[in-house]
T-cell receptor, first 106, second 113 residues
Framework: KNEVEQSPQNLTAQEGEFITINCSYS?????LHWLQQHPGGGIVSLFM???GKKKHGRLIATINIQEKHSSLHITASHPRDSAVYIC????????FGAGTRLTVKP | SQTIHQWPATLVQPVGSPLSLECTVE??????LYWYRQAAGRGLQLLFY??????ISSEVPQNLSASRPQDRQFILSSKKLLLSDSGFYLC????????????FGPGTRLTVT
């Protein structure tokens, strides 16, 4: 079993839909990261959180430390949100989930 | 503002040839630096990290090595490439605490033939 598990693996949505991507981890963490990777390969760090909830525009990330679970939500999804979303757990190193490929159709 | 550069952007190298990928960071001092690899169809993997000049930590045994000759320069090398070294190599930096708040470079796509 991977130390960082993401679901779903692939997700297709219609423009405007509310999207949730889940991440569960089995290791101790100092922070949980959500990354966005576009088709060209470039990676952008969306959130780093160790407790509670963070919001940036239409993106919301939450974490439940007791349950070792984090979610990334996208409200009013748009085709430009299409990307691979990667969850990563950091402590003394970085452990990555396999990623969720999101496709938002117009 | 800070920027991170990687070059080359793409590289095709034969098996057995040497490798040198360079990463530089501008606009900050004493950053933590990282090398990651994303093999085809696989997730990201931390290869090396550095907290200062000449200080390199390796996460996985492999055919690669890293060096930090200057504060804002991080180099990934190999003496002899293997087919399994193909992948997308990303450099990243973080300003303070190790593995916090990382900023990623544009990446180098390496194909070993």
């Amino acid at each position: 079993k991977n130390e960082v598990e993401q679901s779903p693996q692939n997700l297709t949505a219609q423009e405007g839909e509310f999207i949730t991507i889940n991440c569960s981890y089995s290791v101790g963490i100092s922070a949980l990261h959500w990354l966005q990777q576009h088709p060209g390969g470039g990676i952008v760090s969306l959130f780093m959180l160790s407790s509670g909830k963070k919001k940036h525009g239409r993106l919301i990330a939450t974490i439940n430390i007791q349950e070792k679970h984090s979610s990334l939500h996208i409200t009013a999804s748009h085709p430009r949100d299409s990307a691979v979303y990667i969850c990563a757990a950091s402590n003394n190193d970085m452990r990555f989930g396999a990623g969720t490929r999101l496709t938002v159709k117009p | 503002s800070q920027t991170i550069h990687q070059w080359p952007a793409t590289l095709v190298q034969p098996v057995g040839s040497p490798l040198s990928l360079e990463c530089t960071v501008e606009g900050t001092s004493n950053p933590n630096l990282y090398w990651y690899r994303q093999a085809a169809g696989r997730g990201l993997q931390l290869l090396f990290y550095s907290v200062g000049i000449g200080q390199i930590s390796s996460e996985v045994p492999q055919n690669l090595s890293a060096s930090r000759p200057q504060d804002r320069q991080f180099i990934l090398s190999s003496k002899k490439l293997l087919l399994s070294d193909s992948g997308f190599y990303l450099c990243a930096w973080s300003p303070s605490r190790l593995f916090y708040e990382q900023y990623f470079g544009p990446g180098t796509r390496l194909t070993v033939t």
